[in-house]
C-alpha cells in the first residue's frame, strides 16, 4: 500500500502558501462549514467521533482533551505547539512550509470548538523562515476575515499570535511552553493542575501538535465517522513519518495508520542504502526504545508499537544499517539530554550529567566493565524519577540498545577505541 | 543613553503591547535586540526591561535560558552544524572536521576576518531528512558535501551581516543544566 495523501495532498502545489491558491483548492470551507453549522459542542463531538489521537507524541485522543476545561471559565487560550525538537522529527516543519493555511485553518477551528478568544502558535527559533512565513500567512487571513473581530460573519472572534522560542527543547513539554510564552525560563509545572484547568496566565488552556491541528479541516469537511474509518481502529487517520538515518529516499511519508513499518520502510524509503541491512530503527524520536528487524511487521499503530516495547511518539524512524555504532548512536542521544536538561530537578540535571560522560568514554573504549554497571544504575536512579518525561526518556533508548546489544556495550570496554568502526573501516579497507 | 536604535524600541513596545501580559514579550523582545546589536548586551538586557517593567535581572534570567541568544559579539554570519542521530548516520562528523580545517578554528570559534563563527549542536535541527544539515543565518542547507559546503560558505562570504534575529553569534554554549547554575 502506498502513501495516503490526506494533509500532504496539496505538497508542492505551486502558490500553495498563498491565500488565492488554498482558497482555489477549497481552503477555509472546514472553517466556514464549522462556524455556519455547528456549535462549539458539536464540534467537539463531532472530533471525538474522528478518534483522532493527538500527533505531538502522547497520543491523548483530541476531543476528550478539549472537553476538561471547566465550563464557564474564560478566557481559555490555545497554543499550538511548533516547537517540535524532537530528534528525527521534521514533519511539523514540512506541514508549515508545505501547507501554512491548513495549519492556520485547523488553529482557528480548534480556537471555535474550545472559544479561545487568542491563539499562540509557539515556534521554535530554528525555524525562522518558517515563522515568517506563518506570519505572512496570519495577516493574509486576517485581511480575508478568516483572524481577527466576527470571523466570515459569525459571532465568533479570534487572533492568532505567532511566538519565536529561542532554542530549548523542554519548551515542547506543554507546561514549560506555557511557562516560555509567559515570558520565563521554560521549565515544566507540577501537574496538576493540568493546562485545561489552570494554563496559560493561569485561565483554562488547550496545547495541541501541529499535525493535530492540522487534521481539523478535513475532520470537519469529510466527518468523524469518516475520519474513523481511515487508519487503525485505535489509532484513526494518517500520520506524517519523518524518515531518516541509512535509507535510499529519506523524507516524510504519510501512512494510514495500521500500515506495517515494512512497507514504509521498503515502498517509500526504498529500503536501506548500499545494499547493505537493517540492524536496529528508532520509531517515535529521539526518546523511544530501539526496534530490530524482527519488529518491522508490526503495524504503525500507537499501542501494538507499544506493546512490542517502544512507541509511535512524534512520528519519526530513524533507520540504522549494519554498519552502526549502537553506543556511538545512544552517546549522541544522551548528549541530546544532556544538553537540554532544563536544571529543574537533579535526577536529570545530574544523571544526564553523569550518563554522557559514561557513554563518552565506553564509546572511546576506556570504560572499565565495573562502570559500565554504574551505567544502568544510574539510569535506574532517574526513569520515572524525574520531574517530568525528559530526564525519564533520557535513559530509554540507551537502556533499550545496552539490551537488545549488550555485546556490543561490553566489547568497548577497555577496547581503546570503539570496535565497531574498526572493524568496518578494516572491511572497507579489505 | 539608550544603545536601542527608535526601530528597536518601537518594536519591543509593539511586541509588548500584542500580548495579554507585556512580559510574554521578552522572548521576542531580545530577539529584536539580538537583530540591532547582533548579541545580548547587558545594556541592551536593560532597556528590554525597562521597557517591559521588569528587573534587568529578571530578564538576562531568562536570556541565559536559551541556547540561541548570544552573549558576545561573534563573526558576520553563524554556521550551526548538526551532529545528532540522523546527521552523524549520513556524515555529519565529516562536515565538522571539514568545516575545521576550512575555517581554521575549532566549533565554537571565530574566523580571524570576522567572517564566521561557527559550532556543532546536538539539537536536532529538524532537517534529519536532508541529513547531513546546517544552518547558515537561520537558512536550513541539507544534504551536505564538503563541496556544498564550500559553495555555501563562498556565497555567504561577501554578504553582508545576517538578516533577521541570526545577528551575530557567541562562542558556544553550554547544556541548559550548565547555564542554569
Ligand atoms: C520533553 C518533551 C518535549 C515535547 N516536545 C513536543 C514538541 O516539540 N511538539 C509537540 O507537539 N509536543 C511535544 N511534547 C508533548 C506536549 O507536552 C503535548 O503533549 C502535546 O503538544 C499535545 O499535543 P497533542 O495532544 O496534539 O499531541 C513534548 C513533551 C515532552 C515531555
Ligand atoms: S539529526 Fe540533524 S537535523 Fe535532525
Redesign the pocket.
Known amino acids: 500500500m502506498a502513501e495516503y495523501k490526506l494533509l500532504t495532498k496539496d505538497f508542492g502545489m505551486d502558490g500553495i502558501q498563498t491565500l488565492a491558491v488554498y482558497e482555489r483548492i477549497g481552503g477555509y470551507e472546514g472553517l466556514r462549514k464549522a462556524l455556519r453549522s455547528m456549535t462549539p459542542d458539536e464540534l467537539v463531538a463531532e472530533v471525538k467521533t474522528s478518534g483522532i489521537?493527538?500527533?505531538?507524541?502522547?497520543?491523548?485522543p483530541?476531543g476528550m482533551?478539549w472537553s476538561f476545561l471547566p465550563k464557564d471559565v474564560h478566557p481559555r487560550y490555545l497554543c499550538v505547539?511548533?516547537?517540535?525538537?524532537?530528534p528525527g522529527?521534521f514533519k511539523?516543519r514540512a506541514l508549515i512550509d508545505e501547507n501554512p493555511h491548513q495549519l492556520i485553518e485547523g488553529t482557528l477551528i480548534a480556537a471555535y470548538a474550545i472559544q479561545a478568544p487568542i491563539a499562540f502558535i509557539y515556534i521554535?527559533g530554528e525555524y525562522h523562515d518558517q515563522r515568517l512565513l506563518l506570519e505572512r500567512c496570519v495577516e493574509e487571513a486576517r485581511a480575508a476575515g478568516y483572524v481577527g473581530r466576527d470571523i466570515l460573519g459569525s459571532d465568533f472572534s479570534c487572533d492568532i499570535i505567532v511566538h519565536g522560542g529561542a532554542g530549548a527543547?523542554?519548551c515542547?513539554?506543554?507546561?514549560?511552553?506555557i511557562d516560555s510564552l509567559e515570558g520565563f525560563r521554560g521549565q515544566?509545572r507540577l501537574k496538576p493542575p493540568f493546562p485545561a484547568v489552570k494554563g496559560l496566565y493561569g485561565k483554562p488552556t488547550v496545547?495541541?501538535?501541529?499535525?493535530?491541528?492540522s487534521n481539523l479541516p478535513h475532520i470537519v469537511l469529510r466527518g468523524g465517522a469518516w475520519f474513523a474509518s481511515v487508519g487503525a481502529e485505535k489509532s484513526t487517520g494518517t500520520r506524517l513519518f519523518c524518515c531518516s538515518g541509512h535509507i535510499n529516499r529519506p523524507g516524510t511519508y504519510e501512512m494510514q495508520l495500521g500500515t506495517p513499518i515494512r512497507e514504509l520502510l521498503e515502498d517509500e524509503c526504498r529500503g536501506i542504502w548500499k545494499g547493505r541491512s537493517l540492524k536496529a530503527f528508532q520509531p517515535g524520536g529521539g526518546?523511544m526504545q530501539v526496534l530490530l528487524p524482527e519488529h518491522l511487521d508490526l503495524p504503525l499503530e500507537m499501542d501494538a508499537v507499544q506493546r512490542a516495547g517502544s512507541a509511535l511518539g512524534?512520528g519519526a524512524m530513524v533507520f540504522m544499517d549494519e554498519t552502526t555504532c549502537m553506543v556511538d548512536v545512544s552517546m549522541r542521544l544522551v548528549d541530546f539530554y544532556q544538553h537540554e536538561s532544563c536544571g529543574k530537578c537533579a535526577p536529570c540535571r545530574e544523571g544526564t550529567y553523569f550518563e554522557s560522560e559514561l557513554m563518552h568514554r565506553l564509546e572511546a573504549g576506556a570504560l572499565t566493565p565495573a562502570e559500565l554497571s554504574t551505567l544502568t544504575d544510574i539510569c535506574d536512579n532517574m526513569n520515572g524519577k524525574c520531574f517530568?518525561?525528559?530526564g525519564d526518556?533520557a535513559t530509554w533508548f540507551v537502556m533499550s540498545a545496552y539490551q537488545a546489544f549488550r555485546g556490543e556495550f561490553e566489547e568497548h570496554c577497555g577496547a581503546g577505541g570503539c570496535p565497531v568502526k574498526r572493524r568496518h573501516a578494516a572491511m572497507a579497507v579489505a | 543613553m539608550s544603545v536601542l536604535t527608535p526601530k528597536t524600541r518601537a518594536e519591543i513596545e509593539r511586541q509588548r503591547d500584542r500580548y495579554p501580559h507585556a512580559r510574554s514579550a521578552v522572548l521576542p523582545s531580545l530577539w529584536a535586540v539580538q537583530h540591532q546589536l547582533g548579541y545580548l548586551s547587558p545594556e541592551g538586557m536593560k532597556e528590554v526591561a525597562e521597557l517591559l517593567r521588569l528587573t534587568p535581572s529578571e530578564v538576562e534570567a531568562v536570556a541565559s535560558f536559551y541556547s540561541m541568544y548570544f552573549d558576545r559579539p561573534g563573526g558576520r554570519h553563524h554556521v550551526l552544524v548538526c551532529v545528532n542521530v540522523s546527521c552523524a548516520l549520513r556524515g555529519a562528523e565529516e562536515i565538522v572536521s571539514h568545516l575545521e580545517s576550512r575555517l581554521g578554528c575549532p566549533s565554537g570559534g571565530t574566523t580571524a576576518d570576522g567572517a564566521f563563527t561557527w559550532e556543532h549542536t546536538v539539537e536536532c535541527l529538524g532537517a534529519c531528512g536532508g541529513a547531513p544539515a546546517m544552518q547558515v543565518d537561520h537558512h536550513f542547507q541539507e544534504n551536505l558535501t564538503p563541496e556544498r559546503v564550500d559553495a555555501i560558505l563562498d556565497g555567504v562570504r561577501g554578504a553582508p551581516a545576517a538578516e533577521g534575529p541570526a545577528g551575530r553569534p557567541h562562542r558556544s554554549s553550554g547544556s541548559a543544566a550548565q547555564r542554569a547554575s
Do not use: H, Q, W
Not at chain 1, 81 to 86: G, K, R, T, V, Y
Not at chain 1, 172 to 177: F, I, Q, V
Not at chain 1, 207 to 213: F, R, S, Y
Open positions: 489521537r493527538g500527533r505531538g507524541g502522547a497520543g491523548f483530541t482533551k505547539n511548533a516547537d517540535e525538537s524532537e522529527c511539523d521554535r527543547y523542554i515542547g513539554e506543554e507546561t514549560a511552553l515544566p496545547v495541541n501538535n501541529v499535525e493535530t491541528l526518546s512524534a517530568c518525561p525528559l526518556t
